[in-house]
Antibody, heavy 122, light 111 residues
Framework: QVQLQESGPGLVKPSQTLSLTCTVS??????????WSWIRQPPGKGLEWIGH???????FSNPSLETRVTILMDRSKNNFSLRLYTVTAADTAVYFC??????????????WGQGTLVTVSS | QSVLTQPPSVSGAPGQKVTISCTGS?????????FHWYQQLPGTAPRLLIY???NRPSGVPDRFSGSKSGTSATLAITGLRAEDEADYYC???????????FGGGTKLTVL
């Protein structure tokens, strides 16, 4: 059974870079047919897709964030990472990682990591 | 403001049936892209509830079902139980912007 776990700093200063890692267990991120994704949820608000990466390194990002987002894969550690540049308070959110089955835009998210709260504040 | 519109809240008594709508457009649900539903209990990560319009993952009770009509999707919950109290989100694909989209979420209260 695949499980995902987010890790990274819980506090980031404005204008700096948010960096998170999602470690996958119970399955390989190099298995074809799955995208590995990041989603966020500001406190008290809904879900927003950030982007995902495929096993061949093809990456897909939300157009609203794509100029500030990098998603990378580390096959040796079986994890993938998110970098969000030049953050502001509006980037404060719980960040989730997930596995996507199906197409890059119409696929379903399952399973999910437990999420990690990142606060942007000086 | 989400491209997929859900009612902010719905409620029902134990044992009753409730439905949650997810209204889209011809560029998403109406374009025959698959849609999915998630349940998020307080303080937890979302959980896949319905996938590919009307399929349930293993472990999801058959009290939950999905359907579609035109540009709208609907989640139905029958035999409402206290543990169903949660936020529910729909998700699809918007072909105009090539983006994964979520509805704004609906809070279900079991009276």
């Amino acid at each position: 059974q695949v499980q995902l776990q987010e890790s990274g700093p819980g506090l980031v200063k404005p204008s700096q870079t948010l960096s998170l890692t999602c470690t996958v267990s119970g399955g390989s991120i190099t298995t074809g047919g799955y995208y590995w994704s990041w989603i966020r949820q500001p406190p008290g608000k809904g879900l927003e897709w950030i982007g995902h990466i495929y096993h061949n390194d093809d990456a897909f990002s939300n157009p609203s964030l794509e100029t500030r987002v990098t998603i990378l894969m580390d096959r040796s550690k079986n994890n993938f990472s998110l970098r969000l540049y030049t953050v502001t308070a509006a980037d404060t959110a719980v960040y989730f990682c997930s596995r996507v089955s199906g197409g890059p835009y119409s696929g379903r998210f399952d399973p999910w990591g437990q999420g990690t709260l990142v606060t942007v504040s000086s | 403001q989400s491209v997929l519109t859900q009612p902010p809240s719905v409620s029902g008594a134990p044992g009753q049936k409730v439905t949650i709508s997810c209204t889209g457009s011809t560029s998403n649900i109406g374009a025959d892209y698959d849609f999915h539903w998630y349940q998020q209990l307080p303080g937890t990560a979302p959980r896949l509830l319905i996938y590919d319009n009307n399929n349930r993952p293993s472990g999801v009770p058959d009290r939950f079902s999905g359907s579609k009509s035109g540009t709208s999707a609907t989640l139905a919950i029958t035999g409402l139980r206290a543990e169903d109290e949660a936020d529910y989100y729909c998700q699809s694909h918007d072909g105009t912007f090539r983006v994964v989209i979520f509805g704004g979420g609906t809070k279900l209260t079991v009276l």
